[in-house]
């Protein structure tokens, strides 16, 4: 969809108060602009480039979620204000949208939904699609972040999540996470599942325990001094924050090779690796909000401070767990945790990919995520699953 199609679909009530709040970030971004090439309009424009590479239509919207959830004595933007946030969020219509179920895909650290572009026109085939960028992330709204605990950090994103799932007037619908948004979406199910009919973790972060490496990596002073580093929240994005107009040539360099050479899958081309880089930069560079979450909720080398393990007994929504068969989340965790719950699970591991299986062996992980949905589509596309899909069954208590 080009840029004028996409524009002329854009909410017009949440796209006024959207872009007040961008000519407030403008402002706020001016005296860095010499240093940092990046704005919120640049992180917006770049997603619309990513997405022309989409050829099912699509309305993109700032979410209204307010200034905090109801009741709540702190505001997103911890001060007096009550200025509202917003959600960044693109949906792709089912053309059976009546009957179609509808799949929301919650991105990862240091990204946002663009990630997942190789998979919607596919999706979408299937499922009314709806991505949305957490609060903090992409061009959602980046608030002031304060929290200072896990229990606080873990709320601020369920809680917004929550709070726009109602400004959607959504109810049922099947749920996918991607590592830390995995985490989000696993905390959220737990929390809220009532509105959450199936539950897909795509090599989720949190769900493995500390491994005795880590444990003794941290004695030593070269882990004391990494562990120094986490705890004072130095994010990547700060570091390419920190290198002002060297950042986008990183990102570039970073893209081609995660996602090129060293892709175990189907690997970019030209025009998707320029995309990309593109995008990834200016959602990496731009005002840190969310991202500093990251030493609340976990420890050095990303192992949760409140494992999901230890919650795996009191789910109550069927899950399934896709891991690439490189990915250095470990699946192991995946099946540990499947073995405690009392609900239908199942572990599927993707040949040919690693943490990011959904760009690296995109046709594959589109056939996970169909087989994992088998209960919510038409009986011919388990069928189609199996006979497309490089994927197998690690682990399943499904009937």
Not at 179 to 195: D, I, N, W
Not at 214 to 232: C, E, H, L, M, Y
Request: hydrophobic letters at 40%; a positive charge.
């Amino acid at each position: 969809m080009g840029l004028r199609r996409m524009a002329d679909k854009v909410n017009p009530a949440s796209s006024s108060a959207a872009a007040a709040e961008a000519s407030r970030d403008r402002l706020w971004f001016a005296s860095w602009m010499r240093w940092i090439p990046t704005s919120r309009s640049d992180v917006i424009q770049s997603e619309q480039r990513l997405l022309t590479l989409v050829k099912t239509p699509y309305v993109q919207e700032q979410v209204n979620i307010g200034s905090g959830p109801p009741g709540s004595k702190v505001r997103w933007f911890r001060s007096a204000s009550n200025q509202p946030r917003f959600i960044n969020t693109v949906t792709f219509e089912n053309k059976n949208a009546a009957s179609a179920p509808t799949l929301v895909m919650v991105h990862g650290y240091a990204a946002s939904q663009g990630f997942f572009f190789r998979n919607f026109d596919a999706l979408a085939a299937h499922f009314r699609i709806i991505a949305m960028d957490q609060l903090g992330w992409g061009a959602s709204s980046r608030p002031d972040f304060t929290c200072t605990s896990t229990e606080e950090t873990e709320a601020w994103f369920i809680d917004s999540f929550e709070e726009w799932r109602k400004a959607k007037n959504l109810d049922k619908f099947i749920l996918l996470g991607h590592s830390f948004g995995g985490y989000v979406a696993a905390r959220y199910a737990l929390k809220h599942p009532e509105h959450v009919q199936h539950l897909i973790l795509v090599g989720p972060a949190g769900f493995s325990p500390e491994s005795d490496r880590f444990i003794q990596f941290r004695s030593t002073w070269k882990g004391a001094v990494a562990n120094f580093f986490w705890d004072s929240n130095l994010t990547p994005q700060a570091i390419i924050r920190s290198l002002g107009p060297w950042g986008p040539n990183l990102v570039r360099r970073y893209t081609g090779a995660r996602f090129g050479t060293y892709a175990s899958g189907n690997i970019l081309n030209e025009q998707e690796s320029t995309l990309l880089s593109d995008y990834i930069y200016h959602t990496l560079a731009g005002r840190a909000s969310g991202e500093l979450c990251l030493k609340y909720i976990f420890k050095f080398g990303a192992f949760a401070r409140s494992p999901l393990q230890e919650s795996a007994p009191h789910w109550k929504v069927p899950t399934s767990f896709i891991y690439g068969v490189d990915d250095w989340m470990d699946y192991k965790g995946g099946i540990e945790a499947s073995k405690r719950m009392k609900v239908p699970s199942e572990v599927i591991r993707v040949r040919k990919g690693g943490h990011f299986v959904f760009l690296d062996n995109a046709v594959a992980f589109h056939a996970a995520v169909l087989y994992s949905c088998r209960k919510h589509l038409p009986e011919t596309t388990e069928k189609e699953a199996k006979d497309d899909g490089d994927f197998f069954p690690a682990f399943s208590s499904f009937d």
